[in-house]
């Protein structure tokens, strides 16, 4: 569950953090706030409790209103994807400096 920023520089860098850590194309990623657009402090708790019921529910949520980049190298998920999601990192960012990244796990 990506901060995506919606601005290059931004959304670059979380990116090549990702790829880093799981490799290019490693694990599915989405981004609620494209349905949602920017609800600063309500972002990140948005964000976790999507990932909780895509982990319930077995899918995970289509990242909308984008023209996927594919030099990104990011399995983007564009289309709900059924998937056995036991366990999903949140990552959000704000301003001055604010970074995050929380792994929530069904029992």
Known sequence: FADAAAVPELDRAEADALNAVFGPHGVPVTAPKTMTGRLYSGAAPL???TALLAARDGLVPATTNVDPDTSYDLDLVTDPRPADLHTALVLARGECGFN???????P
């Open 47 to 49: 964000d976790v409790a």
């Open 100 to 106: 995050s990244a929380l792994v929530v796990r069904t």
